[in-house]
């Protein structure tokens, strides 16, 4: 089966952008399935640097398709301005394609996702306020817009009618700024989003399972990571979607049997944005100095990232939800310089040894990480683009990862730049299986 998925196997930022942009090159389509421009991908291709939000990496490569699933909630606004950037750069958006059934980030939603934070005060989730948990509020409580409505104006006018009153009403309780918007506005705007859009909006779930038939590659690019999943992460500290493999299906309509390989993202450290539990975080000027060596700034935000050593036990929690079968270990390039390297291989809570994550965040916030200590290098100017060329310390430390996980590194990304790529692994389609 020529699937490929690609998920973050940690908070975030694990540096997914690049490793869809690198894998897309043989792929026909890159599926993105759930989030949305809460997302901030950043891929550098020689002098120009893209950072995608909405908009699925591959759309990047010339002549592969990009498809947005029903599992991601879009901002159309934002995403207009998403695709000025590639316009901008001579691309085209001829290869997009949108779920009809993707819903719809309203005004209201991130105004509802602004007010919401404000009132939960210390509990704040610290989101990107982007209006995402809202979005996906509405979709579950069904009162969402869909992407296919774009093209029934009738049903617009509808729904805008009961809906805006409502949003209102929510706002004015969270003592919230109301959303100045009426229902004749609210027409204009979906007509300027079909115009721009609406070209582009079809059954993707059918086009996606035609193109698996007719043994086309097809690559899903996850966005977030899986300590965010809704069901599976740091909750409540966590985003509104199913990050991990399974939202694959329920994000693109597919079956769980057609997924082949999944790659998991995992940072050679760890980061966070936002708040909550962050056992191997690192604090002052260690903190301080590994988020400015890994350039550590949200794409989406511009807050800074915690920053902290690799965690194996969220790597194998991480293994275990998805079903990883190889690694992309990122920003290896990152810890060249370092004595000595921590990693985290099981927590000490209330005096117990636990190798698996806890559901509890309390337990969790008491956590002590249980480190062993390996060897850092300080060389990494003599490679030549090959694993053999790797510093001798790097090479054990990515053997660590994989005995600690029991999953083979597939690749190996040593800076932000295509060409900064070992792959290891090299058979992630059938054709380069022969
Ligand atoms: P994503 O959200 O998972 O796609 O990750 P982000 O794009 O938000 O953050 C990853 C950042 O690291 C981006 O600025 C990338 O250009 C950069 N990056 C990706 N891989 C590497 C790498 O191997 N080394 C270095 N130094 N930077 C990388
Ligand atoms: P990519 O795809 C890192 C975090 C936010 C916040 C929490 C909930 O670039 O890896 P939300 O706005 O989703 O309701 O915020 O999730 N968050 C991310 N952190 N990378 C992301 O995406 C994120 N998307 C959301 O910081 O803590
Ligand atoms: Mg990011």
Redesign the pocket.
């Known amino acids: 089966m020529p699937t490929l998925a690609i998920i ?1 196997a940690q908070w ?9 942009d690198y894998l897309a090159e043989n792929a026909d389509a890159v599926v993105r399935f759930q989030g949305g421009n809460n ?6 291709i020689g002098e120009n ?1 893209f950072k995608l939000h909405t908009l699925p ?1 591959g759309i990047l490569r010339k002549g592969k398709l990009a498809i947005i699933g029903n599992g991601v909630v879009i901002n159309m606004a934002d995403m207009t301005e998403e695709a000025k950037q590639l316009t901008d750069a001579g691309m085209t958006l001829d290869c997009l394609r949108i779920s009809d059934r993707a819903h719809v980030i309203m005004n209201y939603h991130k105004k509802l996702d602004g007010a919401e934070e404000s009132r939960r005060g210390k509990v704040a989730v610290g989101t990107t306020k982007k209006g995402i948990g809202p979005a996906y509020q509405d979709k579950i409580a069904r009162c969402g817009f869909r992407a296919g409505d774009l093209l029934e104006s009738d049903l617009i006018k509808e729904k805008a009618g009961v809906l805006l009153p409502m949003k209102n009403e929510l706002l004015d309780m969270y003592g919230g700024e109301r959303c100045g918007c009426t229902v004749d506005k609210m027409c204009g705007m979906f007509e300027t989003w079909n115009e721009s859009f609406g070209r582009y909006i079809c059954d993707t779930s059918v086009l996606i399972n035609d193109m698996i038939d007719e043994g086309k590659n097809i690559l899903f690019e996850g ?1 977030q ?1 899986s300590m965010l999943d809704v069901d599976h992460g740091t909750y409540p500290y966590v985003t509104s979607s199913s990050t991990v493999g399974g939202g694959i299906c329920s994000g693109s309509g597919i079956a769980p049997n057609r997924i082949k390989e999944v790659v998991g ?1 995992l940072k050679a450290y760890t980061t966070r944005v936002g708040e909550g539990p962050f056992v191997t975080e690192l604090f002052g000027e260690e903190g301080a100095y590994l988020q400015d060596k ?2 550590e700034f ?2 989406t935000t511009g807050r800074g990232r915690r920053c902290g050593w690799l965690d194996l036990v969220v790597a194998r929690y991480s293994a275990r939800l998805s079903g990883i079968t190889h690694w992309a270990i ?5 810890l060249n310089g370092y004595e000595e390297i921590k990693v985290c291989v099981a927590y000490e809570i209330d005096g117990e040894i636990l190798k698996h994550f806890p559901a509890s965040i309390r337990k969790l916030e008491r956590a002590k990480p249980v480190y062993e200590t390996l060897k850092g290098w300080k060389d990494m100017a003599d490679y030549d683009g090959s694993y053999r060329s790797l510093p001798l310390e790097a090479k054990e430390y990515l053997r660590f990862i994989e005995e600690s996980t029991g999953v083979p590194v597939g690749i190996i ?4 730049e295509r060409s ?1 790529t070992v792959d290891v692994y090299k058979k992630w389609w059938p054709a380069q299986e022969q």
């Open positions: 973050g975030g930022d694990e540096g997914k952008g690049k490793i869809t997302a901030g991908h950043t891929i550098i640097t990496s966005a990571g993202c890994g350039g949200g794409t990122t920003k290896l390039d990152v990304s040593i800076g932000p900064q």
